[in-house]
């Protein structure tokens, strides 16, 4: 079993930020690519940013500046720094990763986290 569990997701003024952090746990030999997505209201879910194990990054064109994505390969963890807080950013945003469940297969399997609702609102 595999989880995926995200905090820090809260209300914030517009220009404000946030920091949402994201902890697998579980039955994991590795952790291929993690990613953050998140989907407004009315909206398809969409990729915000995304890390490789190595450390490569890449960003949506519309959080490109202000939101840095980052990760821990020893803690399993990856985390979003979001600055300069728009009101479209509204949303819920998810972590999702690729995992390694089995050290001699190499069976990768996909997994998403519960989801953390970030508002921005003055």
């Not at 995926?4 to 291929?32: D, M, R, T, W, Y």
């Not at 915000?48 to 390969?73: L, P, W």
Request: with cysteine; charged share 15%; hydrophobic share 30%.
């Amino acid at each position: 079993q595999v989880q995926l569990v995200e905090s820090g997701g809260g209300l914030v003024q517009p220009g404000g930020s946030l920091k949402l952090s994201c902890a697998a746990s579980g039955s994991i030999f590795s952790i291929n690519a993690m990613d953050w997505y998140r989907q407004a209201p009315g909206k398809r879910r969409e990729l915000v940013a995304a890390i490789t194990s190595g450390g490569s990054t890449n960003y949506a064109d519309s959080v490109k500046g202000r939101f840095t994505i980052s990760r821990d390969n020893a803690k399993n963890t990856v985390n979003l720094q979001m600055n300069s807080l728009k009101p479209e950013d509204t949303a819920v945003y998810y972590c999702h990763a690729n995992i390694v469940v089995d050290r001699y297969t190499r069976r990768t399997g996909s997994y998403w986290g519960q989801g953390t609702q970030v508002t921005v609102s003055s």
